[in-house]
T-cell receptor, first 109, second 114 residues
Framework: GQNIDQPTEMTATEGAIVQINCTYQ??????LFWYQQHAGEAPTFLSYNVLDGLEEKGRFSSFLSRSKGYSYLLLKELQMKDSASYLC??????????WGAGTKLIIKP | GAVVSQHPSRVICKSGTSVKIECRSLDFQATTMFWYRQFPKKSLMLMATSNEGSKATYEQGVEKDKFLINHASLTLSTLTVTSAHPEDSSFYICSARERDNEQFFGPGTRLTVL
C-alpha cells in the first residue's frame, strides 16, 4: 500500500532550528509537496521537490532523497507564527496526492 | 488514520458539459467537508465549506451556481462543475473533518476541459 509517515507533533524554541521528516512509500513518484496549515485556514504551499537535493527558500528549506523515500522540511530562526501543522504530500504515478497526517509544530518562547 | 476518497481520479470532458466529483469519508462521519482548487505548485485555494445537511458556504469569488456542492450525508459530498470551460481545468481536492477533529485530505481529481 501507499504510505506517508511524519511525526505527529514536535516542539521547538523560538529562534532555533527544527527539522520535520517525512518518509514515503508510493506507487511511483511525481514530486513531493510541503504545506503549512494554520488552524482554521487552508494549507499554504511551501515547497515542491522532484529532484534529489536541497531547495532553499528563505527560512525554509526542503530536502529530497528519492532512493531513500525521504524528505525533510527545515525551518530556521523559528518565529512564534511558525506554530502550525506541516503536511507532507507525495504525487504518485497516477498524479494522485498521497497525504501525510501532518506534524503539529509547537513553538515556545 | 482516516481515509478520504475521491472519484473520479481524473476526468476529461468537452467544454459546456457538467462534471460531478464525489468525496467520501470511508471510516468516519464527516460533519464538515471542504473543497479546494489547486493550481500547479500553488497553495490550495478554498472554494467552499459544507456542513452535512446545510447549504455550502462559498469563498469570495467562487461562483455558487457554477460549482454546485451537495453534502447530503455524513460520508458523501459532491462538487458539480456546471458548463465547464477550459479555464476550469485544475486539480480539485476535498478534505473532511469529524466535528472539531483534524482534517483529512482526499487524493484529488484532475479535471481537464477541452
Amino acid at each position: 500500500g501507499q504510505n506517508i509517515d511524519q511525526p505527529t507533533e514536535m516542539t521547538a524554541t523560538e529562534g532555533a532550528i527544527v527539522q520535520i521528516n517525512c518518509t514515503y512509500q508510493t506507487s511511483g513518484f511525481n514530486g513531493l509537496f510541503w504545506y503549512q496549515q494554520h488552524a482554521g485556514e487552508a494549507p499554504t504551499f511551501l515547497s515542491y521537490n522532484v529532484l534529489d537535493g536541497l531547495e532553499e527558500k528563505g527560512r525554509f528549506s526542503s530536502f529530497l532523497s528519492r532512493s531513500k523515500g525521504y524528505s525533510y522540511l527545515l525551518l530556521k530562526e523559528l518565529q512564534m507564527k511558525d506554530s502550525a501543522s506541516y503536511l507532507c504530500a507525495v504525487m504518485d504515478s497516477n498524479y494522485q496526492l498521497i497525504w501525510g497526517a501532518g506534524t503539529k509544530l509547537i513553538i515556545k518562547p | 488514520g482516516a481515509v478520504v476518497s475521491q472519484h473520479p481520479s481524473r476526468v476529461i470532458c468537452k467544454s459546456g458539459t457538467s462534471v460531478k466529483i464525489e468525496c467520501r469519508s470511508l471510516d468516519f462521519q464527516a460533519t464538515t467537508m471542504f473543497w479546494y482548487r489547486q493550481f500547479p505548485k500553488k497553495s490550495l485555494m478554498l472554494m467552499a465549506t459544507s456542513n452535512e445537511g446545510s447549504k455550502a458556504t462559498y469563498e469570495q469569488g467562487v461562483e455558487k451556481d457554477k460549482f454546485l456542492i451537495n453534502h447530503a450525508s455524513l460520508t458523501l459530498s459532491t462538487l458539480t462543475v456546471t458548463s465547464a470551460h477550459p479555464e476550469d481545468s485544475s486539480f480539485y481536492i476535498c478534505s473532511a473533518r469529524e466535528r472539531d477533529n483534524e482534517q483529512f485530505f482526499g487524493p484529488g481529481t484532475r479535471l481537464t476541459v477541452l
